[in-house]
């Protein structure tokens, strides 16, 4: 039987199961057989039944009143409900595993499950994905531990630019850089600037980045940064409608260090027709208007 994980699930549920003769659960010994179960059915590549075994687990655990083992098992659980591509449970285990962490006050490892379980999303539900980095950001922020969720904006902000959501992109780099600022991280807060305004730039938003950058220049780190030239320069081929300035500017070294994503964008630009935006050339438009009522 110590081989069977059927008959071993088969034991512990029964000794979960209240009955006549049985008043009381015995959850101690049921769940050292849940978790017996799981480690045998994923020897076995069963993941599906190892999946329903640790979750059992992770309940034996709580009804122990032991979050911790019980947020690993649900961990666990999330990792096999990817391995068989249950996409709605990836989402729910982790949030659970997170919540049980946060029982135990220990709130890194509640963002780090949240961020596992969007890193298993990011492909088959972004959306998903991009929902639980935000969580796992917030639980950070909520504890005043920003600079621990530097990678998690990063993260975010990539799965939303994968989906062409470019002002929710700008949006979240914007919010890596107000969390640098508390932490008192210049660098990083001057870099999240200056992809922000690329990513407005990128998505052929001139108004907005103009907007972006002339917000960022009220903060005086950013003033006196190498992020804010290379910024400036951009702005200014923009303005002057010179593509090949533009593409210069975009592969000046300031940008070359910036997160690969936001290289890779920076490389196409410009991304569209800038000639509108020479200086004067509106001006000239309505001149000829005018001539042409004449």
Not at 164 to 180: G, S, V
Request: hydrophobic content about 40%; charged content about 30%.
């Amino acid at each position: 039987m110590a081989s069977d994980p059927d008959k071993l699930m088969a034991k512990a549920d029964k000794m979960t199961k209240l009955s006549l003769t049985r008043w009381n659960a015995d959850w101690r010994n049921a769940t050292a057989l849940y978790e017996q179960a799981g480690n045998a059915y994923r020897l076995a590549r069963k993941f599906e039944q190892a999946k329903e075994a640790f979750e059992k687990a992770s309940k034996g655990h709580e009804m122990l009143a032991s979050p911790w083992d019980a947020a690993k098992h649900m961990e666990t659980a999330g990792a096999l409900a990817k391995d068989v591509g249950n996409w709605n449970e990836v989402s729910d285990f982790y949030r659970r595993a997170s919540e049980l962490y946060i029982e135990c006050g220990r709130v890194q490892p509640a963002s780090d499950a949240l961020a596992k379980g969007a890193r298993a999303l990011e492909d088959a539900m972004p959306e998903g994905a991009i929902q639980l980095y935000t969580d796992a950001c917030t639980v950070l922020e909520e504890d005043g531990k920003e600079q621990m969720a530097f990678d998690l904006y990063r993260a975010a902000t990539n799965v939303y630019i994968k989906l062409e959501k470019y002002t929710d992109a700008a949006t979240f780099l914007l919010r890596l850089a107000l969390a640098a600022d508390k932490c008192n991280a210049t660098h990083s807060q001057c870099k999240a600037y200056l992809s922000a305004i690329i990513v407005y730039l990128y998505a052929h938003d001139f108004e907005q980045a103009e907007k972006c950058y002339n917000d960022c220049c009220q903060v005086d780190a950013f003033m006196n940064s190498d992020q804010n030239r290379a910024a400036s320069r951009l702005m200014s081929a923009y303005t002057d409608g010179d593509v090949e300035e533009i593409k210069r500017a975009a592969q000046s070294n300031i940008v070359s260090n910036l997160d690969h994503v936001i290289i890779k964008i920076a490389r196409k630009l410009p991304t569209g027709d800038v000639s509108g935006f020479k200086r004067g050339a509106i001006e000239t438009e309505d001149l000829l208007d005018e001539d042409d009522l004449t």
